[in-house]
C-alpha cells in the first residue's frame, strides 16, 4: 500500500509538474503576444503622430498657397482694372485725335480758299 501511495504521489507529482510546464509555457506565449500587440500599437501611435504632423504641416502649405492664389488674383484684377482704363483712355485719345484732325483738315481748306479768293474784294 505504502508502494501504490509513493507511485500515486510521483505520478502526481511528474503530471503537476508537466501542467506547471504546459502553462507556463502557455503563459509565456501569452506575454510574448501581449508585447507583439503592445509594440505594434506602439508603432501605429507613432505613425498616427507623424502623418498628424504631416497633416498639419500640408494644411499649412495649402492655406499659404491659397493665399498668394487671392493676393495673385487680386493683382491680375488689379491690372485687369489698369488695362481698362488705359484702353479707355487710348479711345478717347484716338477720338480727340480724330478730331483735332478733322479740323486741321477743315482749317485747311479754309486757308486754302482764302489764298485763292481774289485778295482785293
Known amino acids: 500500500m505504502r508502494i501504490l501511495s509513493i ?3 510521483v505520478v502526481m507529482v511528474v503530471g503537476i509538474g508537466a501542467l506547471a510546464i504546459h502553462y507556463n509555457k502557455n503563459a509565456f506565449k501569452a506575454q510574448q503576444e501581449l508585447v507583439q500587440e503592445r ?3 506602439m508603432l501605429a501611435e507613432e505613425n ?3 502623418f498628424t504632423t504631416k497633416i498639419n504641416s500640408l494644411e499649412g502649405e495649402l492655406v499659404r498657397a491659397q493665399n498668394r492664389v487671392k ?3 487680386k493683382l491680375l484684377e488689379q491690372t485687369k482694372a489698369v488695362n481698362d482704363d ?3 483712355r487710348l479711345d478717347k485719345v484716338s477720338q480727340i485725335k480724330a478730331t ?3 479740323k486741321i483738315k477743315e ?3 479754309v486757308s486754302s480758299n482764302v489764298s485763292k479768293s481774289p485778295s482785293g474784294s
Do not use: P
Open 100 to 102: 483735332l484732325e478733322d
Open 86 to 88: 488705359l484702353k479707355s
Open 107 to 109: 482749317l485747311e481748306q
Open 7 to 9: 507511485i500515486l504521489v
Open 48 to 50: 498616427v503622430e507623424k
Open 71 to 73: 493676393g495673385s488674383e
Open 39 to 41: 509594440y505594434k500599437r
